[in-house]
């Protein structure tokens, strides 16, 4: 019995070693084009392969759509772009079916929807119907249209990006949308030194032009399978837990996370696991992952509002919950 506990041990430890190598040819793909955003591009990954869908949030011209981008070509998997407008319609996000005139029936045409990479450029540039389109895909990585049920490929991840909801022309997304992002994260500016090297590495070419794919679809599966296997002690999903309630009970939010959130939070830790190099998961994944996963979730009740943008609020609120939770030994 020992020795088959043992060989279980090896071959996860390879397992996971040659998961670690994958990703870390990913990582070093997409960092060859985003500059100094290390921890971007780590999250960015971790939602990939926690089969989660990622909302970049920031000012323009930082980088947001070059992320998406950068990810997109170093997988070898399908993509397509959607650029969210205001006269955007669901059928231009999802398909519709055209009538021929030489077989006399309709036929079903996807629309840009049917990728496993999906850049979602501007989500909230549109209207609150045309962003409803993703709802289900998003959740149940299939589309529904005229009564018939449309699968989506495999692996399906929605990239999107939006600019702060402070700016003009903007709506903002409903709480049933952003609760379908697993993470969501900032870019921020680049460092002096970074942005000197965005000059000269864009000085006589785009670098997105030679970035190359370093990882499959089925890579990218085997990946996803690889992260459920990361072991989550009981004592981690209670502390898990209690940050939850916490945001459930706090007077200063009137929307706490959703159990959609939870599984988030434990997924993306699972993941954020593997790329550390480890088979299990330690306190210091959750509390990581607690602002990215959590803040785009919660709704800071109007009595405690203040200066501080909406998602500045949040996060402001999530640090005190995480200090008042006691931390497993």
């Known amino acids: ?61 930082v980088g947001k759509t070059t992320l998406a981008h950068a990810l997109a070509r170093a997988l070898d998997c399908s993509f397509q772009r959607i650029q969210f407008t205001s006269d955007l319609l669901p059928s231009d996000v999802i398909g519709l079916s055209v009538y021929n005139q030489h077989t006399t029936v309709f036929e079903w045409r996807p629309g840009p929807i049917f990728a496993n990479v999906v850049l979602a450029d501007e989500i909230n540039r549109t209207t609150p119907k045309t962003q409803s389109a993703l709802l289900e895909a ?41 609760d379908r992002f697993m993470l ?17 590495d864009r000085e006589r070419a785009e670098p997105l032009d030679a970035l190359r794919a370093v990882m499959s679809s089925e890579d990218v599966l085997e990946l996803q399978r690889a992260v459920s296997a990361v072991r989550v002690d009981d ?47 330690v306190p210091d994944d959750i509390k990581r992952l607690v602002l990215p996963v959590f803040s785009h979730r919660i709704v800071v009740s109007s009595r405690f509002s203040s200066s501080l943008r909406r998602s500045e609020e949040a ?8 200090k008042a939770v006691s931390v497993p030994l």
């Not at 830790?269 to 998961?281: G, S």
């Not at 996060?315 to 995480?322: K, N």
């Open 235 to 281: 004592a981690l999903v209670d502390y898990l837990m209690r940050i939850v309630a916490a945001t459930r009970d706090s007077e200063m939010l009137d929307l706490g996370v959703s159990p959609r959130g939870t599984l988030a939070l434990f997924r993306a830790a699972q993941a954020l696991a593997l790329t550390e190099e480890r088979d299990y998961c």
């Open 1 to 61: 019995m020992r020795r088959l506990q043992a060989a279980d041990s090896n071959e996860t430890e390879t397992a996971t070693l040659g998961a670690v190598e994958k990703i870390e040819r990913l990582q070093s793909a997409v960092e060859s084009v985003i500059r100094g955003k290390t921890e971007a591009v780590r999250l960015a990954i971790v939602t990939l392969i926690a089969g989660g869908h990622l909302l970049v949030e920031d000012v323009p011209g």
């Open 138 to 178: 998003m959740a149940e990585s299939h589309v529904t249209a005229e009564g018939t049920t449309h699968p989506l490929p495999e692996p399906f991840i929605v990239l999107a990006t939006q600019n702060p909801i402070e700016h003009h022309g903007t709506y903002p997304l409903p709480e049933s949308q952003l």
């Open 184 to 200: 969501r994260l900032r870019i921020g500016y680049p460092g002096a030194e970074d942005e000197k090297q965005i000059l000269r």
């Open 315 to 322: 996060e402001a609120v999530l640090r005190e919950i995480m």
